[in-house]
């Protein structure tokens, strides 16, 4: 049974940072594309960001570049998404997600999902 727990949310102010987490189990984690999706209430899933299987490559959305950096540790089979600078739009739901090899920014091509993270940026 596949797994994804996200871990790290939580408020902070506006230019601080946090590091959010996501672990993995049950699936090959060397095999797996990885993204970062955020949902705000009443807005759409947004994709955020991913590395693909070999983290040989790694996308960002516009909203973000510059400000998030995502990484994966194969050791562990855990995703890291590392947020500096924080703004009040970056308050949302954020969710770890799996597809086969490459990121898309569709989030309805990722197979696995976690329960997701709250994160608040006041301010």
């Known amino acids: 049974q596949v797994q994804l727990v996200e871990s790290g949310g939580g408020l902070v102010q506006v230019g601080e940072s946090l590091r959010l987490s996501c672990a993995s189990s049950?699936?090959?984690?060397?095999?797996?594309?990885m993204g970062w999706f955020r949902q705000a209430p009443g807005k759409e899933r947004e994709f955020v960001g991913g590395?693909?299987?070999?983290?040989?490559?790694?996308v960002y959305a516009d909203s973000v570049k510059g400000r998030f950096t995502i990484s994966r540790d194969i050791t562990k089979n855990t995703l890291n998404l590392q947020m500096n600078s924080l703004k009040p739009e970056d308050t949302a739901v954020y969710y770890c997600?799996?597809?086969?090899?490459?990121?898309?920014?569709?989030?309805?091509?990722?197979?696995?999902w976690g329960q997701g993270t709250q994160v608040t940026v006041a301010g």
């Open positions: 997600a799996a597809r086969p090899w490459e990121v898309v920014p569709n989030y309805d091509e990722y197979d696995y």
């Open positions: 049950g699936l090959t984690f060397r095999n797996y594309a």
């Open positions: 590395v693909n299987w070999s983290a040989a490559s790694t």
